[in-house]
């Protein structure tokens, strides 16, 4: 009998087999995808939200499908729940606006927000931590789909068809969104381009 | 960017940063995420379930509506019952065998007939 099928049954089965690779393929793209979450959400607690919903949704509804998919799929998945509570927070915050007890002070502290703003500095060298707090900002200041085609394509090393599935767009689309997130942070992290 | 163009150096730059990044997260982030991650390939099982239920239920629905169509419609309730041991039975079968006796009992005044019958009977006995 195939491993993928039940037996009697001719339909596809969760082995083993694929439990450990669906463990094997969240282990090796679970930080990456944590890391953009916070970069979309500038919330560490909405972040670990969003790639838990993707982790239980892949495994819930495309466990069965081919492995190959799983990576689209998974960050589409993400996208879609990171929209989604980007909404809920938008929604949220004017609702709070209009209360009239509300307190300033309410807000989560932000830090990527917080993080220093490299602006262009005479012959100024930065490395390690403060280029990365530098990139996360910058990159978190990118309009939504921008971000989402810079991360996929260069920090998740996606191609473009499948940068296109997991944004659901246009190949057209992702190149066009990738060029100008890319000049975009040329622009925004000049200093580090060297 | 796997396939598609090479990185220039700023953009290997960025994925470097980014992807070193990634791997420094914080040990209560990754132990977070390591749970997260036993609990999604925890639903597996289950699905192996679902796939039999999904399987399953719509047999079971199809056998009691089977069960339901003999139970309503398999029973002539309509027919009368013929019970062949039963003297009504046998009165029959000798009436359907008898020619004479089922025109007889086709006429329309089946007590005079009977009431002839007998006379006819006093009447032998008698002479």
């Known amino acids: 009998m195939h491993p993928l099928y039940c037996e009697g049954l001719g339909l596809p089965a969760m082995t083993d087999d694929t439990g450990q690779a669906l463990n094997r393929f969240l282990a090796e793209v679970e930080r990456r995808a944590f890391r953009m979450a916070q970069m979309a959400l500038r919330h560490d607690d909405d972040a670990m939200d969003a790639v838990q919903d993707a982790m239980l949704q892949l495994a819930r509804r495309y466990g069965g499908r081919p492995q190959e998919q799983w990576r689209p799929l998974f960050f589409r998945i993400l996208q879609n729940r990171i929209r989604d509570l980007q909404r809920r927070r938008t929604v949220r915050n004017r609702v709070m606006a209009l209360l009239p007890w509300r307190q300033d002070d309410e807000d989560p502290p932000d830090p990527v927000a917080d993080a220093p703003d490299m602006g262009p500095g005479p012959g100024e060298q930065v490395e390690g931590e403060a280029m990365l ?51 975009s942070l040329r622009e925004q992290l000049g200093e580090y381009r060297t | 960017m796997s396939n598609d163009e090479q990185l220039d150096d700023f ?23 390591a749970r997260a991650r036993a609990t999604a390939v925890a639903q597996l099982a289950p699905r192996r379930r679902r796939w039999q239920l999904q399987l399953l239920a719509p047999a079971g629905a199809l056998a009691a509506a089977m069960l339901l169509t003999v139970l309503f419609f398999g029973h002539d309730r309509g027919a009368p019952e013929v019970n062949p041991g039963s003297p009504a039975a046998l009165y029959d079968m000798e009436l359907l065998a008898d020619a004479d006796a089922f025109e007889i009992s086709q006429e329309a005044d089946l007590e005079f007939i009977e009431w002839a019958a007998a006379m006819a009977e006093l009447e032998s006995a008698g002479g």
């Open chain 1, 133 to 183: 707090a530098a990139l996360q900002a910058a990159v978190s200041r990118l309009p939504a789909r921008q971000r989402e085609a810079f991360l996929l394509r260069n920090m998740e090393g996606l191609d473009v068809a499948q940068t296109a599935a997991a944004m659901g767009c246009s190949d057209g689309s992702v190149k066009t969104h990738y060029f100008r997130a890319v000049q």
């Open chain 2, 11 to 33: 953009e290997a730059r960025t994925r470097a940063t980014l992807r070193a990044g990634s791997e420094s997260l914080d040990g209560a982030t990754r132990s977070r995420l």
